[in-house]
C-alpha cells in the first residue's frame, strides 16, 4: 500500500493559496468607509430584521451576546484590489437571526448606522456563510471597523460586508444599495470579478 504525503515537506500559505483575479495581498487592515464613523454605543445598539410583511423581530447588545457564537478564520476581498488572508473574528451565524422568521422573499438589503445600505441575496447570508461579527482577532470590533456589530460576508466582495450593522430587510426583488446604485455589481463575486455592472 503506497503511503502519500500531502504537499513536498513545507508549507507556504501565502504562495500556495490562490486569490480571486485582479487581487493583492495586503498585510494591513485598511479602512474604507463611504462617510463619517457612526457613533454607535453597544448599549444602544440594536438590530431588527424585517419581513416583507413587515413582520419586526429584534435583538440588542444582551441579547446578540445570549447567542451562539463561533470564531471563523476567512480571507476577505476589497473591490479596491485588496484580499487579507486569514482574518480572524468572533460573530454569530446569519442563520439563527432566521430561525423564527416567516419569508417567502429572496433577497435582502442590509442597512447601517450612518446610512449606507448594501444588497444580498438570502441564501448568501445561510448555511454559515456569513456572521453578525462584534470581535476581530480577539478584541472588540474597533469602530472604525464597524464596531459594535457588522455583517461579515467573506466570499463576496467586502462591500458587502455592511459596517455597523443595524438591520436586515427582506424583499422579494433585489433592491440596490448604495454602491450598487452607483454602478457596482449587484451580486459582487470576487471570484469571477464581478466589480461593476
Ligand atoms: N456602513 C458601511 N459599511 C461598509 C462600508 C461603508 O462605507 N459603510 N464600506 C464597505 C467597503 S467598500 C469595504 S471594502 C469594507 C471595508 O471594511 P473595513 O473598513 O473594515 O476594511 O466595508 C464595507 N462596509
Ligand atoms: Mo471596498
Same mark, same amino acid.
Given at each position: 500500500?503506497?503511503?502519500?504525503?500531502?504537499?513536498?515537506?513545507?508549507?507556504?500559505? @501565502?504562495?500556495?493559496?490562490?486569490?480571486?483575479? /485582479?487581487?493583492?495581498?495586503?498585510? *494591513?487592515?485598511?479602512? +474604507?468607509? &463611504?462617510? $463619517?464613523?457612526?457613533?454607535?454605543?453597544?448599549?444602544?445598539? @440594536?438590530?431588527?430584521?424585517?419581513?416583507?410583511? /413587515?413582520?419586526?423581530?429584534?435583538? *440588542?447588545?444582551?441579547? +446578540?451576546? &445570549?447567542? $451562539?457564537?463561533?470564531?471563523?478564520?476567512?480571507?476577505?476581498?476589497?473591490?479596491?484590489?485588496?484580499?487579507?488572508?486569514?482574518?480572524?473574528?468572533?460573530?454569530?451565524?446569519?442563520?439563527?437571526?432566521?430561525?423564527?422568521?416567516?419569508?417567502?422573499?429572496?433577497?435582502?438589503?442590509?442597512?447601517?448606522?450612518?446610512?449606507?445600505?448594501?444588497?444580498?441575496?438570502?441564501?448568501?447570508?445561510?448555511?454559515?456563510?456569513?456572521?453578525?461579527?462584534?470581535?476581530?482577532?480577539?478584541?472588540?470590533?474597533?469602530?472604525?471597523?464597524?464596531?459594535?456589530?457588522?455583517?461579515?460576508?467573506?466570499?463576496?466582495?467586502?462591500?458587502?460586508?455592511?459596517?455597523?450593522?443595524?438591520?436586515?430587510?427582506?424583499?422579494?426583488?433585489?433592491?440596490?444599495?448604495?454602491?450598487?446604485?452607483?454602478?457596482?455589481?449587484?451580486?459582487?463575486?470576487?471570484?469571477?470579478?464581478?466589480?461593476?455592472?
Amino acid at each position: 500500500m503506497a503511503v502519500f504525503t500531502r504537499g513536498f515537506g513545507g508549507h507556504h500559505p @501565502e504562495a500556495d493559496r490562490p486569490l480571486p483575479p /485582479g487581487q493583492h495581498l495586503t498585510a *494591513d487592515f485598511p479602512v +474604507l468607509s &463611504a462617510g $463619517p464613523t457612526p457613533n454607535v454605543d453597544a448599549a444602544r445598539w @440594536e438590530l431588527t430584521v424585517r419581513t416583507e410583511s /413587515g413582520a419586526e423581530h429584534r435583538w *440588542d447588545w444582551a441579547g +446578540l451576546q &445570549a447567542m $451562539p457564537a463561533e470564531d471563523v478564520t476567512v480571507d476577505i476581498h476589497c473591490v479596491t484590489r485588496w484580499s487579507k488572508h486569514d482574518t480572524r473574528w468572533r460573530g454569530v451565524p446569519v442563520d439563527a437571526f432566521f430561525e423564527d422568521v416567516e419569508t417567502a422573499a429572496d433577497f435582502v438589503v442590509a442597512h447601517s448606522y450612518g446610512g449606507y445600505t448594501t444588497n444580498v441575496p438570502l441564501d448568501d447570508l445561510l448555511d454559515g456563510r456569513a456572521w453578525v461579527a462584534y470581535e476581530y482577532e480577539g478584541d472588540p470590533l474597533e469602530p472604525v471597523h464597524g464596531g459594535p456589530v457588522r455583517l461579515l460576508v467573506p466570499h463576496l466582495y467586502f462591500w458587502k460586508s455592511a459596517k455597523w450593522l443595524r438591520g436586515l430587510t427582506l424583499h422579494e426583488h433585489d433592491e440596490p444599495g448604495f454602491w450598487e446604485q452607483n454602478g457596482y455589481h449587484l451580486y459582487g463575486d470576487p471570484w469571477s470579478e464581478q466589480r461593476y455592472s
